[in-house]
C-alpha cells in the first residue's frame, strides 16, 4: 500500500467535468486507488463517491493506493490533480 498527500491545483476545483476525467485516470490502473478528505474516504473509480468529497483548488486530499501498479497510480493522480 501507499499514500501520498496532494494538493489540488485545478483551475475550479473538482467539479463534475475534473471528476468525470479523475475517474478515468483512476480506472487506467489495476490497483484500487481511494481519495481521504478529512474523515471521508472514497473510491476514486466511482463519480458518485469523488462528487460527494466536494473538493476545491488548494485542499489537501490523501491518495492511496494497493496492487501490481500503486506506484504508477499515485504518480498518474498526482499528475492530474497538480494540472500538469
Known amino acids: 500500500m501507499s499514500t501520498k498527500e496532494i494538493t489540488i491545483r485545478l483551475e475550479n476545483g473538482l467539479e463534475a467535468r475534473p471528476v468525470a476525467m479523475l475517474v478515468q485516470v483512476a480506472s487506467q490502473f489495476e ?8 474523515s471521508k474516504k472514497v473510491n476514486a473509480k466511482s463519480i458518485m463517491g469523488m462528487m460527494s468529497l ?3 483548488t488548494g485542499e489537501k486530499v490523501t491518495v492511496i493506493t494497493e496492487g501490481s ?6 504518480e498518474g493522480i498526482e499528475k492530474y490533480l497538480s494540472g500538469k
Do not use: F, H, M, R
Open 31 to 38: 490497483s484500487s486507488v481511494y481519495l481521504e478528505a478529512g
Open 54 to 56: 466536494g473538493l476545491d
Open 69 to 74: 501498479d500503486e506506484e504508477a497510480a499515485i
